[in-house]
Each structure stands twice: as C-alpha cells, then as structure tokens.
C-alpha cells in the first residue's frame, strides 16, 4: 500500500463517509426529530421554571440544519479515520478482497464505537438524565468507547494468535467469548448512570433509543457498502490494468 493508494483510498472514505451521512440524516430527520420534540414538550410541561430563558438556538434551526451539520460533518470525519484502519486492515485480517474488507471494518467499527457503548449507556432524549451528572455520564460514555475499542483489537490480535493451534473458526469463537466476558465484567461494575424521570413516557424512550440506533447503523452500513464499492474499483481497477499491460507485453514477445 503506497502513498498514493493511501491518500487515494482516504479520499474516497470521506466521499463515502459523506454520502452515508446523507442516508443517516434522512434517517434521523424521518425517525428521531418527532421523538425529540415529544421529549422536549414533556421538559416543558413537568419544568419547575416557568419563567424560560432566551433561545440561542431555535428549534427549527437545530432540526434543520443544525442536524444537517453534525452529522454530515460526523460522517467525513468517521470515513476519513475508518479509511484509514482499512489500509491497515486490508491483507491483515484474513483472505477477503477490499470490498468483504470494506464491510468488516465497517461492521467493527459500528460495534465496536457505537453499539457496545450504547448497551451500556444508551442515548437519551431530552428530559432524560440529571443535568448535574452530565459531565460524568459523558466520561463514562467515552471511557465504554474507549475499552470497546481496546477490546476489539486485542479480539482481533487473540484470535489471529490462536488460528495457526485451533483453526480459523474455533479461533474466532475463542476470542468472541472472551470478548463478551470482558464486556460484561466492565458492564457489571461500571455505574449505569440511568436517570429517567417519573411520568416520561417508556414507548418514547425506547423510540427514541431505537432511532439513534438505525442512524447510526445506517450510517455505518451505508459507508461500508459504498466505501467497499470505491475501494475495489480503485485497487482492483489498478490490478487489471497492471495485468492486462503485462499480458499485453507477453502477447507482443511471442509474435516477435
């Protein structure tokens, strides 16, 4: 993998990246925007200060194009850092091709960044969690995305280290089960920080908890498909030029 493959193959993760974002947020515009205005008039109905403040931020911008930023923003940035790990993780994890490549990379990261993290410390509406421990359940949260991920590639190192004795396939379940009981240890002793108020609604909670979460699936499966798609046109692309060169070099030394 040179430089230029590298740089090549990071520009089209940010392509890709974009575009899933594009999908992700139709998807929360669709699905979370109505739930957080439900969470939002229950704030205002069960609020002790009637007396309001001054709206920095207008509703409508924020669910406009407030959303729109953040998260094609979040899309770029992610696309760039997982096009990365992809030029590492390409050849390294087994005998896939960029595309298959393309997808694991983005299945782990989807696992390893968002949804382990979100079995523990799931997204909240507003009106949901006490503001004073708002600092501590953020550290919390990063602190879960931080092990998930530590977690994911010692996996990924266990395993390739148990292959060459038990086999692909006994390795990977070996290293899977050992992953599932470090996450559950740290799920057990790691507070949960859950703090919903008396009267909110259990139906919008878990709505609006599911919309985060097919947002941020479809933004990771979106970039995986398109990404995967790009990165094989490019390196495969290369491959049979080089191929069909050399094959045209051969044909030309025979009928000389």
């Not at 911008?61 to 696309?79: D, E, F, K, P, R």
Request: charged content about 15%; glycine content about 12%.
């Amino acid at each position: 993998m040179n430089s230029i493959s590298v740089r090549a193959l990071l520009v089209r993760g940010m392509l890709a990246g974009l575009a899933a974002g594009a999908l992700a947020l139709l998807t929360a515009y669709l699905l979370g925007e109505s739930r957080v205005d439900a969470a939002i008039a229950f704030e205002e109905a069960h609020s002790h200060d009637h007396g309001g403040g001054e709206e920095l931020v207008s509703r409508s911008l924020q669910s406009t194009a407030g959303l729109a930023t953040g998260i094609l923003v979040y899309g770029v940035a992610l696309g760039g850092i997982a096009a990365l790990v992809y030029c590492y993780a390409l050849g390294r994890v087994g005998r896939f091709g960029p595309r298959a490549t393309a997808v694991l990379v983005s299945l782990g990261a989807f696992v390893a960044v968002y949804l382990v993290p979100f079995l523990k410390y799931p997204a909240n509406p507003p009106a949901v969690g006490d503001p004073d421990t708002l600092d501590q359940r953020t550290a919390l949260f990063f602190l879960m995305i931080a092990l998930s991920v530590l977690l994911t590639v010692g996996t990924v190192i266990l395993g390739k280290r148990l292959a060459p004795r038990l086999g692909h396939w006994y390795a990977s379940v070996v290293a899977g089960a050992a992953f599932l009981v470090v996450v559950g240890i740290a799920f057990a002793f790691l507070p949960s920080g859950e703090n919903v108020p008396e009267g909110f609604p259990a139906v919008l909670l878990w709505q609006f908890r599911l919309a985060t979460l097919a947002v941020q699936f479809v933004l990771w499966a979106g970039f995986g498909l398109l990404f995967g798609h790009l990165a094989e046109r490019l390196l495969l692309g290369k491959a049979g030029d080089r191929q069909g060169d050399e094959t045209a070099a051969r044909t030309a030394t025979a009928a000389n």
